[in-house]
């Protein structure tokens, strides 16, 4: 998370926006979004923690390999003295979000309550399917400079 914010300067994650790895290659650009606020700031809480782990050890992979996490369909509100607060109400039943990977990635996704939350989990419905490599005007690509630069590491890096 701290390259995706860095690069990008944003505090938040919504459509046309990508999520980085620390080497500036782009994992997963966000191509289309009807909440339009995901949280990369507040981390998860210690249950979400404990499943990542259980699910990083099936690929043989431990804590070193924990990487800061998204909370998709969530939004923090930060005050001017930097405390975080949840805010309710952020998306809807029905709400989406759709991720391309740019890359070979692991994905782990996590329906444990928000750490600033105090609501339970709710369902999901995730699909995978093959889409096309994204073209040279692809708005991901274009919404800031970096995140061109960004496309062209991660295809030298796989030429």
């Not at 980085?20 to 949280?39: E, F, K, N």
Request: hydrophobic share 40%.
């Amino acid at each position: 998370m701290p390259d995706t914010l860095k690069a990008q300067h944003i505090a938040r994650l919504t459509k046309d926006f990508v999520l980085y790895s620390d080497m500036g290659r782009i994992l997963c650009s966000i191509t289309a979004d009807s909440v339009g606020w995901h949280d990369p700031l507040a981390g998860c809480s210690s249950a979400g923690r404990d499943s990542f782990l259980i699910e990083l050890e099936k690929w043989g992979l431990g804590p070193r390999d924990l990487v800061a996490n998204v909370n998709f369909f969530s939004r923090i509100d930060v005050a001017n003295d930097g405390g975080m607060s949840y805010h309710e109400g952020n998306s809807d039943a029905g709400s989406f979000i759709e991720l391309r990977a740019e890359m070979n990635v692991l994905t782990i996704l996590n329906t444990c309550s928000h750490p600033l939350a105090e609501h339970g989990a709710k369902p999901v419905h995730v699909a995978v399917r093959k889409v096309a490599p994204p073209a040279e005007d692809d708005a991901c690509r274009l919404s800031r400079p970096e995140n061109g630069r960004g496309f062209i590491l991660t295809g030298r890096y796989f030429a």
